[in-house]
C-alpha cells in the first residue's frame, strides 16, 4: 500500500489533468472556492486545508471514465443514455484510491457524496439534508457554481450553455429547497455577492492549450 500525502495529491490531479484537462482546472478552481466559503462559514485553518484536498479530488472518479466519452464531451457529440450512465458511476468508481493507505475520510465522502442533494434525490447513496457531511454539501455548492458559470472551451452542447453570474445565482436560489441545505445557501449567496469583479475567475487563457489534454485521435 502506498502513503496518501501531498505528493499523492499532485500526481493524482496530475493524472487527471492528462485524462482532461478542464475537468482538472475545474477542481481547483472548486478547491479555492470550497476553501473561500469554509472560511467564510468560520472553519478552522487546518480544517480548511483539509476541505480543499478533498475538493481537489472530488471528481478523481472520472478517471474511470473512458476516453471516448471525454473526446465526446470535448467535441460536444451527444451523449447516449449509456454514456450519461457512465458518467454519474464516477461517485462509485475511485479504484485507484484503493493503491493508498491513511487516505482521509473527508476525501473518501467527498468522491462519494458529492452529487447527493438536500432532498435525497441525488446519488451515489440518496442520502439527504444532514446526512450528507457539511464539508460534501460545501463542495457540492461550489462544484455546481463552477460548473453552471464556467464554460468548456469548444462547442457548447445544448443544455450545457455557460451562465452569467446572476443567472448562476437565480438558478442556485430555485434549487436550494431540493438540491441544497438553504441555510448554506444563503451564506454561499453572501460570499458570492459579496466578492469583488476582481476576485472572481479569470477566463481560460489559452483554449488551445485546454483542449489539448487527451487525444481525440483527429
Ligand atoms: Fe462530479
Ligand atoms: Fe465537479
Not at 487516505?103 to 473518501?108: C, D, E, F, G
Not at 469548444?154 to 448562476?168: F, R, T
Request: glycine residues 8%.
Amino acid at each position: 500500500m502506498k502513503r496518501f500525502d501531498e505528493k499523492t495529491v499532485k500526481n493524482l490531479l496530475d493524472q487527471l489533468g492528462g485524462k482532461d484537462k478542464f475537468t482538472m482546472e475545474h477542481s481547483l478552481r472548486v478547491s479555492k472556492l470550497a476553501g473561500d466559503f469554509a472560511r467564510h462559514l468560520g472553519w478552522k485553518k487546518e480544517n480548511i486545508a483539509k476541505l480543499k484536498i478533498a475538493a481537489m479530488l472530488h471528481d478523481l472518479g472520472k478517471l474511470d471514465i473512458p476516453d471516448e466519452i471525454f473526446c465526446k464531451i470535448r467535441k460536444a457529440s451527444t451523449l447516449t443514455d449509456e454514456d450519461k450512465k457512465t458518467i454519474r458511476q464516477h461517485t462509485g468508481h475511485f479504484g485507484i484510491l484503493e493503491e493508498y493507505e491513511n487516505i482521509p475520510k473527508s476525501v473518501k465522502d467527498t468522491l462519494k457524496y458529492h452529487h447527493e442533494k438536500h432532498d435525497g434525490t441525488g446519488y451515489h447513496e440518496g442520502l439527504r439534508g444532514d446526512e450528507i457531511p457539511e464539508g460534501v454539501k460545501i463542495v457540492a455548492i461550489a462544484d455546481y457554481y463552477d460548473t453552471v458559470i464556467v464554460q468548456r472551451p469548444n462547442k457548447v452542447p445544448v443544455g450545457m450553455v455557460p451562465l452569467s453570474k446572476d443567472e448562476a445565482i437565480r438558478i442556485m436560489i430555485e434549487n436550494t429547497a431540493s438540491r441544497f441545505d438553504p441555510k448554506l445557501m444563503t451564506r454561499f449567496l453572501e460570499l458570492i455577492l459579496g466578492k469583488t469583479s476582481k476576485e472572481e475567475k479569470e477566463p481560460a487563457k489559452n483554449e488551445d492549450d485546454l483542449m489539448s489534454a487527451g487525444s481525440c485521435g483527429d
